[in-house]
């Protein structure tokens, strides 16, 4: 009997093939499975008989929604910056997305970066995905050669051990607290979906950092980040950060200086956080692919927590919503605001 | 450290202020001379919608003590709505700043329209205050260790 992964894998493919064959997308972007285990890497399926290196597992953690401006980009004529469109339809893309990846396709396509009608979305409800770093240590950072995924369980291998894991342990903690698994926009549907999910404490782990005081958070926040060695990944992975020119790599002005400083560090984390605000959907493809496990999760899911607070607002749930950020109401809260003969807070 | 925190003490802080109200509001508290502590440097910006975190948060690594933003009183904006789009911006970046430990003393907003002059001064004073009892801010100044001998 087939597991619920192997499954969704054949329906890909028959999926893929299918939109190749029929010349309905030049390109299907999915995954395939990497050089070591536990790491997929996303693939682009450019030929019907490309589809067969195409996979689903539990550790799909990247964003797909990344690579999709970059991928319709590379299928469009080449021209020079200021010439016009070519006329006619420009070449479509076949994407997976799950709950997360295509809010994030919402917010790309209101914020210009990718075009509804140039992307055939497969939905995919999400199970959760596993944290490779949460089965590492399940297995005491010993070398894993290989893992073995059943419907509820991971068999994990490596030189001289066999363990089995409880699947449901080593899920990301993104994907345990997620409300929205199921795909917000699509145009084909593979397997069925979940009707969304019920999570006690969605906000818990924010509400244990609020509850702590000032010091405390300052304390807390330093430790988080001490360890960052500034690669930059979390940024590289996220399908928000667009800009031609991040604010990290600007010399003029030089907004965050380029060393391990931790007041550099802590600027960066800061800055990368506030510009996901009210657009982050908590994917947790940074956290994924950072290097060093540092959760900066954490901070945009306070911007988030914050702007569903404020503004009652989820990120990519509508497309016919504006994103917080780029609107506003005249009744907007502003209890932050200092009034006249307002004292702070005493010491 | 300790010398820094004596009554004679005077915090730095940068007012990032918008040309239209506040700036005009300071202009004045200045020719009606209305005395407020001179720990403020005004830095003019077009419209509050013009600051961005980065502005504050440069002002906070460079060594300022506090910072103060101010524009003019919602609806009455020069460019119609730019204080409105401030308004939501700093709600969740004075939130995140709190979160992550940040005295949320140290960064305040504030309305003051051309005709508050006496309102400035009064901000001024209250600012100066609130930023003097959390004294010198260290906690995001870059400071450049030497080097090892």
Known sequence: MSTINEKITTEIRKVAKELLEKDEVAAFLGYTEGTVPMVMKPFVARRPEDVEKLFWNSFCVLNLANYLPLVLQSLEPPRRPNDPLP?????????????????????????????????????????????????????????????????????????????EINRWDVVRDNCKSCVHPDPVIYDEVIGDFSGGRQVPKRFGDIQEIEDMDIEERWKWFQEEISSCIRCYACRNACPLCY?????????????????IDKTDTALFHILRAFHCAGRCTDCGACESACPMGIRMRLFTKKLYKDCMELYGFEPGLRIDEPLPLTTFKLEDPQDYILQQGQKGEEK | MEEKREESWQPKIIAFLCNWCSYAGADLAGVSRYQYPPSIRIVRVPCSGRVSPNMILDALRSGADG???????????????????????????????????????????????????????????????????????????????PCPQ
């Open chain 1, 87 to 163: 006329e006619g339809p420009l070449p479509r893309v076949g994407v997976l997305a799950t709950g997360c990846w295509s809010r994030n396709m919402v917010v790309q396509i209101k914020e210009n970066q990718i075009e509804r009608e140039r992307v055939i979305i497969v939905g995919i409800s999400s199970r959760g995905m596993v944290d490779r770093k949460k089965v590492q240590a399940q297995v005491d950072h010993l070398e894993i050669t290989e893992v073995i995924e059943e419907d509820h369980k991971l068999i994990v291998k490596g030189p001289g051990f066999t363990k």
């Open chain 1, 243 to 259: 800009c031609p020119t991040c604010f990290v790599d600007d010399s003029r002005p030089q907004w965050v200086g380029k060393s």
């Open chain 2, 67 to 145: 910072v103060l933003v101010s524009g003019c009183h919602p609806g009455d904006c020069h460019y119609i709505s730019g204080n409105f789009y401030a308004r939501r911006r700093f709600a969740l970046f004075k939130r995140f700043l709190e979160f992550i430990g940040i005295e949320p003393d140290r960064v305040n907003f504030t309305w003051i329209s051309a005709s508050e002059g006496e309102q400035f001064a009064q901000v001024a004073r209250e600012v100066t205050e609130r930023v003097k009892r959390l004294g010198p801010a260290r906690k995001l100044v870059k400071e450049i260790e």
